[in-house]
């Protein structure tokens, strides 16, 4: 038979905890439990040792630089950043905070070489320790350059940088926005050379152009002015130039920035990419309309030169002066050449004169003539007129209403003899059919009556008058109805009983009492005969 387990909880007795006695493990009666040997070492809760590590660690590495490569990242949904740091024999867990990963000059991936800056302390909650980075950075410029030739192919593939999505420029914008700092030599220098070339209108959308929050302002700056609206207070640009001066990679990094390079390809207003130097290369150049060696290059790619505009303006003038004068000189000589291959206007009128006379010579004749034919033609009208006068007409009329009024006569007498047979003979049609009308009327009489009369003498044989002529009564109560039974007879209620040849009333006697006897002679209504009263 298996024994049930016992369960033996343990728990300190109050009585210890107040006297100050040593804390010890007990069984649920409250006995101590001596299962370990006596030891001089000072007992620790969990809680104790694990803040007593933390500080230690803290204090001992406080500030601490670490070199290794990324290995997970992971951005929590509250903004901090989780990461792994290793080398080739271990890793380390490394958080870093919302508010220094929202200052950060590049994402970390899996796979770069950076120097992490901050302190070692521990999570209690799982017993390990970490590093709790305050700065992030690259270890050389390699992991940078891997870091952005890695950018550089995925925004690639997704075809921010094709050719087919870049825009021409505008031969000479009427408003030129420009954002760079607006306390730097670049925005001097783009001024300065737009008025030597042509002066434009220029907004400038100030942002900072080195640090964290370089690649937030600039890619805002750009969809800003995309937002403005046509014909608002302040003017839409035409162009937009993002220009600074040269520097380090870690210093326009902010431009190789994916929101950056991706306000840029966004943008309906053609953009002109003028950061650093001509050997500097960023990704916001890649994904520019055009990309300038420098911010003045960007200004002379911006407008022409309007010297050079109004000097080809007066030799296209001095042109088109020239062509125009050659042209009328041209067809002057032309003119000369076919006014004196043209004949003179008295033989250009000649011929037709000639033909005027001929035709006026003719012309008497064919007058003649022509009067003759018409006289002919028109005699000829007039004898076919003749023919259709009204006259002839009414005649020729009058003959075909009087054969018409014969024909109309001679249909007329024969339609009335052929109603009159008709007539004669519907009439001795109406004859038989209302003598087969009456004898049908006479046999269906004949029948009916039969059947009432057989009808008759079913209901007079089921009538009660056959009954009271066989020699019975009916008794009728004071409401009229009949009385079925001795038994709904009552005393001294007076009933009508009806015979075949009429009724009497009569008063119902009471049982007990004796009955007077009447005579022979009586009959049933108080007269004379055989039978006495039905009530006494």
Known sequence: MARAAVTVKTFPRPEDAQGG??????????????????????????????GALK??????????RLLGEVGKVTVHGSGHVYIDIKDDRSTLSCVIW????????????????????????????????????????????????????????????EGLFAEERKQLLPFLPEVIGVVTSPTGAVIRDILHRLADRFPRRVLVWPVRVQGETCAAETAAA??????????????????????RGGGSIEDLWGFNDEMVVRAAADSMIPLISAVGHETDWTLIDYAADRRAPTPTGAAEMAVPVRAELLMRVADDRRRLVSGLMRLVD???????SAARALPSPEDLLGGARQRLDMASAKLVHGLGR?????????????????????????????????GLGKRLASAKESDLRAARRQAAERRTRLGELIARRDRAAQVALARRADRLASLWQLAASFSH????????????????????????????TRYDVRFADGHAPMVAADPEKPRPTRAKSEGPAGGT???GSLFG
């Not at 010890?24 to 001089?40: H, Q, S």
């Not at 302190?119 to 410029?141: M, N, R, W």
């Not at 008058?465 to 709904?488: N, Q, Y």
Request: hydrophobic share 40%; aromatic share 4%.
């Open 529 to 531: 005969g055989p039978q």
């Open 330 to 336: 041209a067809r002057r000589k032309e003119l000369r």
């Open 98 to 157: 919302r508010g220094n990963a929202g200052r950060l000059r590049f994402r970390p991936e899996t796979g770069m070489e950076v120097v992490a800056t901050g302190k070692i302390t521990t999570f209690a909650g799982q017993s390990k320790y970490q590093l709790v980075i305050d700065q992030l950075e690259p270890a050389g410029v390699g992991a940078l350059l891997a870091q952005l030739e890695e950018r550089k192919r995925r925004l690639a593939a």
């Open 465 to 492: 008058e056959g009954v009271l002529a066989r020699g019975f009564a009916l008794v009728l109560d004071p409401d009229g109805r009949p009385v079925r039974s001795a038994a709904a007879v009552a005393a001294g």
């Open 55 to 64: 500080r230690t660690l803290e204090e001992t590495y406080a500030q601490v």
């Open 222 to 243: 750009i969809r800003g002015f995309n937002d403005l609206p046509e014909g608002g207070a302040i003017p839409r640009p035409d162009l937009i130039i993002v220009a």
């Open 370 to 402: 022509n009067a003759q034919r018409h006289a002919a033609k028109l005699a000829e009208a007039s004898r076919r007129l003749a023919r259709l006068s009204p006259e002839a007409r009414l005649a020729a009329l009058h003959a075909r209403v009087e």
């Open 21 to 50: 006695l040593p804390a010890g493990r007990f069984d649920r009666y409250g006995r101590r439990m001596n299962d370990r040997p006596a030891t001089n070492l000072p007992e620790w809760t969990v809680s104790e040792i694990s």
